[in-house]
């Protein structure tokens, strides 16, 4: 994580500093999700840890609290923050050299930092819905709120999962589905 963000090797940074990588190189995709290993303490938050709730009320807007704090202080702050324990790490791939029916699926989920934890699909995932599976599956609290939120929220579900492609026979056995998978 920290090297990625050092080096920039990301492609969407979202608000919790968490990222977002996508690349696809000699014919195999990989996707991952790399949630912030460390506790996020959003402006907001850190406002009520240096200002009194006398100087919070008497200003009456977070917003411009926020403003007044130094970048290089709140950085530190995050810097000097513990691990965040429930932080989620996510992977997507798909590889067609290590492919072996029940033992290394073409396409398939890792969840966690073991590598042998792998889930077989029977699909191409595509990366919006790798990216609304991490979002639903790490910040459960905001996918409530989409419902909500975003008009027809529930049908973009639907059309996102059927712009996922079904695997040809060549990359999917039909073995595999024997084992637990996601279709």
């Given at each position: 994580?920290?090297?990625?963000?050092?080096?920039?090797?990301?492609?969407?940074?979202?608000?919790?500093?968490?990222?977002?990588?996508?690349?696809?190189?000699?014919?195999?995709?990989?996707?991952?999700?790399?949630?912030?290993?460390?506790?996020?303490?959003?402006?907001?938050?850190y406002v009520t840890t240096i200002f009194t709730q006398?100087?919070?009320?008497?200003?009456?807007?977070?917003?411009?609290?926020?403003?007044?704090?130094?970048?290089?202080?709140?950085?530190?702050?995050?810097?000097?923050?513990?691990?965040?324990?429930?932080?989620?790490?996510?992977?997507?791939?798909?590889?067609?050299?290590?492919?072996?029916?029940?033992?290394?699926?073409?396409?398939?989920?890792?969840i966690g930092l073991n590598p042998d934890m792998r889930?077989?699909?029977?699909?191409?995932?595509?990366?919006?819905?790798?990216?609304?599976?991490?979002?639903?599956?790490?910040?459960?609290?905001?996918?409530?709120?989409?419902?909500?939120?975003?008009?027809?929220?529930?049908?973009?579900?639907?059309?996102?999962?059927?712009?996922?492609?079904?695997?040809?026979?060549?990359?999917?056995?039909?073995?595999?589905e024997y084992d637990l998978y996601i279709k």
């Amino acid at each position: 994580y920290d090297c990625a963000i050092c080096n920039f090797d990301y492609e969407f940074l979202l608000n919790d500093d968490s990222i977002f990588q996508f690349s696809f190189k000699n014919d195999e995709l990989r996707y991952a999700f790399i949630q912030n290993p460390y506790i996020y303490i959003s402006k907001e938050e850190y406002v009520t840890t240096i200002f009194t709730q006398e100087e919070v009320s008497e200003i009456n807007n977070i917003d411009v609290l926020a403003d007044l704090i130094d970048e290089n202080e709140y950085e530190q702050f995050l810097n000097e923050q513990e691990l965040n324990s429930i932080s989620n790490y996510i992977r997507y791939d798909t590889s067609l050299s290590g492919y072996k029916a029940l033992n290394h699926s073409y396409s398939h989920i890792h969840i966690g930092l073991n590598p042998d934890m792998r889930v077989p699909l029977s699909i191409i995932l595509t990366p919006l819905k790798f990216i609304k599976f991490c979002i639903k599956t790490s910040y459960y609290r905001y996918w409530q709120k989409a419902f909500i939120l975003i008009p027809n929220f529930e049908n973009t579900l639907k059309v996102s999962k059927n712009k996922c492609l079904n695997l040809d026979r060549t990359h999917w056995n039909i073995k595999e589905e024997y084992d637990l998978y996601i279709k």
